[in-house]
Structures are given as C-alpha cells and as structure tokens.
C-alpha cells in the first residue's frame, strides 16, 4: 500500500535552517510529481513545492521562493525539503503528498516551529 | 497567488444536501479542469474527495459529487452523515504553474 512518511521537523529559531525528508513506498516513486503542502495551526492549507518525477520542473509558493528547496533522491524513493532562513510564519504542519494536480496520498505530517 | 474563496461554514441536518463553493478567477478555476476537493477531519491528514472537478477516487462515498460554472466549482454532499462533519478544502491549478487552495469551509451536521 501507498506510504509517505515526513520526518526532521522539530523547533528551530528564527533565520535557523530545518530539512526535512518524506519517505514513500508502495508505488514506483519515478512515475509521479511530488508536492509539500503546509498548513499552520488552526488555519488552512497552503501550497508550498511540487517537484517533477526527474526534478526537472519546480515551482515554489511566492511566500518560500528563494528560503526553500524541493529536492528528491529517485534511487531512494525520498522525497525533500531545504528550508533556509526561517521565519515565524513558517510555523506549520508540512505534509508530503504525490502528484501535482491533486493529492491522492497524503504522509501523516511534520511540525515545524519557528521560535526563539 | 490569492486564495480560493469557500464559506467560512456550512451547515445541515442529517439526510439533506449541502454545497460547498469554491470561487477563483480564469487563471485558476476558470481556466483548468483541475478543480478538487479535500476532507479534513481534526489531527488528520486531508483525504482527497473529487478530483479534476467532478471525479471521484475509488472508494469515495457517490453522495459527493463536484461540479464547476465559469469561475466558480462546487462539491456536493446529498444524504448528509454525522461523519461528513469536517474541513472542506478546494484547490486548483493556476497559469502561473502554481497550486492554490481556498480558506476551507467546516461543515456542521445539525
């Protein structure tokens, strides 16, 4: 069965840097886009990265463009997200899911806190 | 890129129909056919509903049902269940190659 599990969120400061990895198993990772879609507490979801099946289209929110980048390793059937210089908004539970268009698998999710 | 707008809320009693709107522009809704649609229960993750405006995955409930009209989308929920409560969340491809989700609407089952 279809598995995406996030993992390396945790509290970071301010201007601090956090990578985080999605694991996926149970499909042939080279068949599908990848996307990370976020969503702070209380509020709704966001949008962040989709990243094409051989990384060669990538498209970032306007909110992360040139802080955050989407990577993936196809022989590792990983998925991953560089985030640099983070800041207090950035505070959200950010979910892997596959495909681009829409999401029909979703990882169960990763906090992230951005905090002094 | 703006969010979609969706009613803050919705509500019905067991057994009606209720819908939920998704309005956007032609950059985004009006322009694509990839309108879908997202359940949200609380500390879980979304599970998608209707995709490409008006499909369902397999194993989705038939009592959903999506539709679209110019810049506007809409999903459906007929014979409403005390299970359906939950966020609702649309989304959409943009021209800019982007993806945009409305503000999410919580359905209440009366």
């Known amino acids: 069965q279809v598995q995406l599990v996030e993992s390396g969120g945790g509290l970071v400061k301010p201007g601090g840097s956090l990578r985080l990895s999605c694991a996926a198993s149970?499909?042939?990772?080279?068949?599908?886009?990848m996307t990370w879609i976020r969503q702070a507490p209380g509020k709704g979801l966001e949008w962040v990265s989709y990243i094409s099946s051989r990384s060669s289209s990538i498209h970032y929110a306007d909110s992360v463009k040139g802080r955050f980048t989407i990577s993936r390793d196809n022989d590792e059937n990983s998925l991953y997200l560089q985030m640099n210089s983070l800041r207090a908004e950035d505070t959200a539970v950010y979910y892997c899911?596959?495909?681009?268009?829409?999401?029909?698998?979703w990882g169960q999710g990763t906090l992230v806190t951005v905090s002094s | 890129q703006s969010a979609l707008t969706q009613p803050a809320s919705v509500s019905g009693s067991p057994g009606q129909s209720i819908t939920i709107s998704c309005t956007g522009t032609s950059s985004d809704v009006g322009g694509y056919n990839y309108v879908s649609w997202y359940q949200q229960h609380p500390g879980k993750a979304p599970k998608l509903m209707i995709y490409d405006v008006s499909n369902r995955p397999s194993g989705v409930s038939n009592r959903f049902s999506g539709s679209k009209s110019g810049n506007t989308a809409s999903l459906t929920i007929s014979g409403l269940q005390a299970a359906d409560e939950a966020d609702y969340y649309c989304?959409?491809?943009?021209?800019?190659?982007?993806?945009?989700f409305g503000g999410g609407t919580k359905v209440t089952v009366l």
């Open positions: 149970g499909f042939t990772f080279t068949d599908y886009y």
């Open positions: 899911a596959r495909d681009k268009l829409f999401s029909d698998y």
């Open positions: 989304s959409s491809y943009t021209t800019s190659s982007s993806v945009v």
